[in-house]
């Protein structure tokens, strides 16, 4: 049995790294043009790429779909991760995504903590939000937001998403 399941994680590896390497490729060889869901929203360019692990655009892909509601627009799907990404750059928080994502004191990420995320793959869809966010793009554009949750919380709320489905607020705040 544990020799199936090493298999499986093997080829699933594969598969994600094949994955990117050819969305890598194709948006090296096509200018991607993007539009905000709001008018007051401005999705920045990306900044020249960088180098990352897979396993980061995994783990960033893995936590957006599951932090975001039904039916987020990529926009506000790419703020979840901004906001990981804003913590590992921070000085007040780990400095991995994979140990922002687990940090125990206080718990952020409660599909981590609840292991609900344990048995979610991350769509190709979320991979690409993943890499962008990687290769530099923003759409907070603020490095300061560094809390997401139901509720306001830190200095200031920066930027609101509501779900019309759940009926939820999200709050983006520094």
Same mark, same amino acid.
């Given at each position: 049995?544990?020799?199936? /399941? ?7 590896? @594969?598969?994600?790294? @094949? ?5 890598? /490729?194709? $948006? $090296?060889? /096509? ?5 905000? /869901?709001? +008018?007051?929203?401005?999705? !920045? ?5 960088? +180098? ?7 783990? @960033? ?36 995504? !994979?140990?922002?994502? !687990? ?15 344990? $048995? ?53 705040? +520094?």
């Amino acid at each position: 049995m544990i020799g199936w /399941a090493i298999v499986a994680g093997a080829l699933f590896v @594969l598969v994600l790294t @094949l994955a990117l390497c050819k969305v890598s /490729a194709e $948006s $090296s060889a /096509a200018a991607v043009e993007y539009k905000p /869901a709001m +008018e007051e929203t401005t999705i !920045h360019p990306p900044e020249p790429t960088t +180098e990352y692990a897979y396993m980061d655009a995994y783990l @960033l892909a893995k936590i957006m779909q599951a932090e975001a509601g039904v039916d987020w627009p990529d926009w506000a799907v790419m703020c979840i991760g901004e906001v990981v990404l804003n913590r590992v750059a921070s000085s007040d928080f780990p400095d991995t995504i !994979h140990d922002v994502l !687990h940090q125990v004191d206080p718990v952020q990420y409660e599909p981590v903590h609840t292991g609900a995320w344990e $048995s979610m793959e991350p769509d190709e869809d979320y991979i690409d939000l993943a890499q962008r966010l990687l290769d530099g793009e923003r759409v907070l554009n603020n490095p300061d937001v560094v809390w997401q949750a139901l509720f306001p919380q830190g200095d200031r709320t920066v930027l609101t998403y509501h779900d019309n489905v759940l009926g939820t607020t999200t709050y983006f705040c +520094e």
